[in-house]
């Protein structure tokens, strides 16, 4: 179960709050360019997909049949150990945050794992390429065990 995290406290500027509304929540640049990628290469999927266990969560990419889940997961909101920054600006507050972030990522992974899915997390800073393979892995694997091979 992911900690709670309280209100937030309020942007401390009115660019910074216009700043973090345009930033998208799905259908980012990296999330977009691994789909069309994959899509490119014969593969077909389902987008935004329940995850099983708690439909207010959704899987970024789907293969229902292979039951492979994939995450494109941001730099920032997911806590990169490359990229990842932490704000000076009510950096209590984002610290709270971005570690419910996290832990929901963990407990997200454990209900796909436990509903018998295999979970790809690719972070958005990785060649595309990078992540078609890991992807592709995974999806092959998933179905060479579901044809009993």
Same mark, same amino acid.
């Given at each position: 179960?992911?900690?709670?995290v309280p209100p937030h406290?309020?942007?401390s500027s009115p660019q910074v709050s216009a700043r973090m509304a345009r930033a998208a929540r799905r259908e980012t640049a990296p999330e977009l360019a691994l789909r069309r990628a994959l899509h490119a290469d014969g593969y077909r999927f389902r987008v935004v997909h329940p995850v099983p266990g708690n439909r207010r969560r959704s899987i970024d990419i789907a293969f229902t049949r292979a039951r492979v889940a994939v995450f494109v997961d941001g730099c920032f909101w997911h806590g990169c150990p490359?990229?990842?920054t932490q704000p000076r600006s009510n950096s209590k507050w984002w610290t $709270?945050?971005?570690a419910a972030n996290r832990e929901r990522d963990v407990d $997200?992974?454990?209900l796909l794992r436990e509903a018998g899915w295999q979970v790809v997390r690719v972070w958005e800073h990785e060649p595309v390429e990078q992540a078609v393979a890991a992807v592709v892995a995974a999806v092959s694997a998933a179905r060479g065990q579901a044809s009993g091979q």
């Open positions: 179960m992911t900690p709670t406290p309020g942007s490359v990229h990842g $709270t945050k971005l $997200t992974d454990r």
